[in-house]
């Protein structure tokens, strides 16, 4: 599903209360629970919220491509990328606060002064993929929605609001699918019973169904709960890269 122009006052508006959840549960933690893990192996909540810090930033960099339309590569390198997240972990609370808060406030900013023309301006991912700028919005709100999950502070994917997951979910089934090219997996489908949304993974046809709320559908393809909410026969998925 690609954004258009006239979506995005509606979309940052949804960053900017996903942020508002976000920046709330951060304020709730202390100088202990940043320091403990987080739901990503061999993270801390710390690596979590300097990657949200650093991501906000990057963010920026495709904004200002945009809107200077000179290139500005989302990170430097991966090298750096990786770098600023692992020294930016060990800070205490009030600089990890503080640095979210800013580096939230700066992209969001940005992003709402941007003109119709620069929203359809051409940038490219840290991986290398052309998107036109009006894509940006939908990436950071992926980043704070998923990664406020992966706090592991209380958030959970049933606190997602219906229409992120109305969007991820069908986005991580053909992901997933395309992911299964290289990954020996039995086609299946999923059924979510709250929204009637249905998917196939693989190759058609599913050999089985499986079946939950979409949010947690949402959550077990994206490889952040173990689908024990769900009913079916539920098989190794390969790992996102």
């Given at each position: 599903?690609?954004?258009?122009?006239?979506?995005?006052?509606?979309?940052?508006?949804?960053?900017?209360?996903?942020?508002?959840?976000?920046?709330?549960?951060?304020?709730?933690?202390?100088?202990?629970?940043?320091?403990?893990?987080?739901?990503?192996?061999?993270?801390?909540?710390?690596?979590?919220?300097?990657?949200?810090?650093?991501?906000?930033?990057?963010?920026?960099?495709?904004?200002?491509?945009?809107?200077?339309?000179?290139?500005?590569?989302?990170?430097?390198?991966?090298?750096?990328?990786?770098?600023?997240?692992?020294?930016?972990?060990?800070?205490?609370?009030?600089?990890q606060l503080a640095d979210n808060e800013a580096?939230?406030?700066?992209?969001?900013?940005?992003?709402?002064?941007?003109?119709?023309?620069?929203?359809?301006?051409?940038?490219?991912?840290?991986?290398?993929?052309?998107?036109?700028?009006?894509?940006?919005?939908?990436m950071r709100l992926q980043e704070v929605e998923?990664?406020?999950?992966?706090?592991?502070?209380?958030?959970?994917?049933?606190?997602?609001?219906?229409?992120?997951?109305?969007?991820?979910?069908?986005?991580?089934?053909?992901?997933?699918?395309?992911?299964?090219?290289?990954?020996?997996?039995?086609?299946?489908?999923?059924?979510?019973?709250?929204?009637?949304?249905?998917?196939?993974?693989?190759?058609?046809?599913?050999?089985?169904?499986?079946?939950?709320?979409?949010?947690?559908?949402?959550?077990?393809?994206?490889?952040?709960?173990?689908?024990?909410?769900?009913?079916?026969?539920?098989?190794?998925?390969?790992?996102?890269?």
């Open positions: 599903m690609t954004t258009t122009v006239s979506q995005i006052p509606g979309q940052l508006d949804g960053v900017a209360a996903a942020t508002t959840r976000l920046l709330d549960t951060i304020r709730g933690l202390d100088e202990r629970a940043i320091a403990e893990p987080s739901l990503l192996p061999g993270w801390t909540r710390g690596h979590v919220l300097s990657h949200l810090a650093r991501n906000a930033d990057s963010l920026l960099n495709l904004l200002l491509w945009a809107h200077t339309g000179v290139e500005i590569p989302q990170y430097a390198s991966s090298f750096l990328r990786d770098h600023d997240i692992e020294a930016g972990a060990a800070r205490p609370h009030n600089e580096a939230a406030t700066r992209w969001l900013g940005l992003a709402r002064s941007l003109t119709d023309d620069t929203w359809q301006a051409r940038v490219r991912t840290r991986q290398g993929r052309p998107i036109p700028a009006s894509e940006v919005p939908w998923i990664h406020h999950v992966d706090l592991n502070a209380g958030y959970q994917p049933s606190d997602w609001p219906a229409p992120f997951v109305a969007r991820i979910l069908p986005r991580a089934a053909e992901d997933l699918t395309h992911l299964t090219a290289d990954f020996p997996l039995e086609s299946f489908a999923i059924h979510a019973a709250d929204t009637g949304f249905t998917a196939t993974i693989g190759a058609s046809p599913a050999t089985h169904t499986i079946t939950g709320p979409a949010a947690s559908l949402a959550a077990w393809l994206l490889g952040r709960r173990p689908g024990s909410d769900l009913t079916g026969e539920l098989p190794t998925l390969p790992a996102w890269k």
